[in-house]
């Protein structure tokens, strides 16, 4: 006896059809496979256009007026841009932020790489001292410049007491350029190097135990597998950190508008160690020239990609990279 065919199922009052529904399935299952990614990071690149991607653009559009904050503003092209480029006093800001920046990058990164080997060592209190690393950059930027600006006083200063007994003459950190470089440095490297320990420590916590056991069978010493495996594995969180603090050092702009302790941003009483972010503060807000001071932070902004850039063609070299 032949069995009877199933017969297809019948849609009931008020009900779609299987096969519309079956569609409408499958066109919802595409839209949530194309389309739902795209909701979910959309917030990040609304937000990015509305705060990065505008005001880059209006600030080169400001760049190229002669725009005064409450007067005339009228179009003359690059002239902001050639003015800059003969302005003694921007180029006087851009070697005092490259100075400050190797001064305080290069120790900084150095220092939070041993910490973060140190720290990922089996030692005891681990955890107190991870954390101890951090309270730097969890105190305040202006207690911190208070305690420093005090530490690097010319007639009560710590420092100067220290140098002393060396017989060193007492110096006038704020005076003189490269002890203003010297003294904003510390401050920067005291708050920021503990930051990139914990990062780097982190990725150490990752690197496979496996190949260090095979490095110490072989007669590998403790730095020759820090320098042959930790340094080429951690790679790239150092380019990480390098291109952040590449960043942070070209913008450099509270520890020394904080160690002046001048509201009007002249960085010294000769411009000393005044940045080119506090340059560009001083001619929108004290001399109120918003197209002068727009252009500045447009060939800051060209600094920087200078500087990531530069990093990037050494750090791409850690661990053998052409």
Same mark, same amino acid.
């Given at each position: 006896?032949?069995?009877?065919?199933?017969?297809?199922?019948?849609?009931?009052?008020?009900?779609?059809?299987?096969?519309?529904?079956?569609?409408?399935?499958?066109?919802?299952?595409?839209?949530?496979?194309?389309?739902?990614?795209?909701?979910?990071?959309?917030?990040?690149?609304?937000?990015?256009?509305?705060?990065?991607?505008?005001?880059?653009?209006?600030?080169?559009?400001?760049?190229?007026? #002669?725009?005064?904050?409450?007067?005339?503003?009228?179009?003359?092209?690059?002239?902001?841009?050639?003015?800059?480029?003969?302005?003694?006093?921007?180029?006087?800001?851009?070697?005092?932020?490259?100075?400050?920046?190797?001064?305080?990058?290069?120790?900084?990164?150095?220092?939070?790489?041993?910490?973060?080997?140190?720290?990922?060592?089996?030692?005891?209190?681990?955890?107190?001292?991870?954390?101890?690393?951090?309270?730097?950059?969890?105190?305040?930027?202006?207690?911190?410049?208070?305690?420093?600006?005090?530490?690097?006083?010319? #007639?009560?200063?710590?420092?100067?007491?220290?140098?002393?007994?060396?017989?060193?003459?007492?110096?006038?950190?704020?005076?003189?350029?490269?002890?203003?470089?010297?003294?904003?440095?510390?401050?920067?490297?005291?708050?920021?190097?503990?930051?990139?320990?914990?990062?780097?420590?982190?990725?150490?916590?990752?690197?496979?135990? #496996?190949?260090? =056991?095979?490095?110490?069978?072989?007669?590998?010493?403790?730095?020759?597998?820090?320098?042959?495996?930790?340094?080429?594995?951690?790679?790239?969180?150092?380019?990480?950190?390098?291109?952040?603090?590449?960043?942070?050092?070209?913008?450099?702009?509270? =520890?020394?508008?904080?160690?002046?302790?001048?509201?009007?941003?002249?960085?010294?009483?000769?411009?000393?160690?005044?940045?080119?972010?506090?340059?560009?503060?001083?001619?929108?807000?004290?001399?109120?020239?918003?197209?002068?001071?727009?252009?500045?932070?447009?060939?800051?902004?060209?600094?920087?990609?200078?500087?990531?850039?530069?990093?990037?063609?050494?750090?791409?070299?850690?661990?053998?990279?052409?």
């Amino acid at each position: 006896m032949t069995p009877h065919a199933a017969a297809p199922a019948q849609a009931g009052p008020g009900e779609r059809p299987p096969a519309v529904r079956r569609r409408d399935g499958a066109l919802f299952a595409r839209f949530d496979l194309l389309v739902t990614p795209y909701l979910f990071v959309s917030p990040y690149f609304v937000l990015f256009v509305l705060f990065g991607v505008f005001p880059l653009g209006y600030t080169l559009w400001v760049s190229l007026h #002669d725009w005064e904050l409450a007067g005339d503003r009228a179009f003359v092209g690059a002239g902001n841009y050639l003015s800059l480029v003969a302005d003694e006093a921007f180029w006087n800001a851009v070697v005092n932020t490259l100075g400050m920046f190797v001064l305080s990058t290069v120790p900084q990164l150095v220092l939070a790489l041993l910490l973060a080997n140190a720290l990922n060592k089996r030692i005891r209190g681990r955890l107190a001292l991870r954390m101890g690393v951090l309270l730097p950059l969890v105190t305040s930027v202006v207690a911190v410049a208070v305690v420093f600006t005090q530490l690097y006083g010319r #007639d009560y200063g710590m420092v100067n007491w220290f140098l002393g007994l060396f017989g060193v003459d007492a110096v006038s950190w704020q005076n003189e350029k490269w002890s203003a470089w010297i003294a904003i440095s510390t401050m920067v490297d005291w708050r920021w190097t503990g930051y990139n320990a914990i990062i780097l420590l982190a990725a150490m916590q990752t690197i496979p135990g #496996d190949l260090y =056991e095979a490095a110490s069978l072989d007669g590998a010493s403790a730095r020759r597998q820090f320098w042959r495996i930790t340094v080429p594995m951690l790679r790239p969180t150092i380019v990480f950190t390098v291109f952040v603090s590449t960043i942070g050092g070209l913008t450099l702009f509270t =520890e020394p508008v904080m160690f002046d302790g001048n509201p009007t941003m002249s960085g010294g009483a000769t411009g000393q160690y005044q940045t080119v972010a506090m340059f560009v503060v001083k001619e929108a807000f004290r001399d109120f020239d918003l197209g002068y001071a727009s252009a500045a932070a447009w060939l800051l902004f060209v600094l920087i990609l200078l500087g990531t850039l530069v990093n990037h063609l050494l750090t791409r070299r850690i661990g053998g990279a052409g």
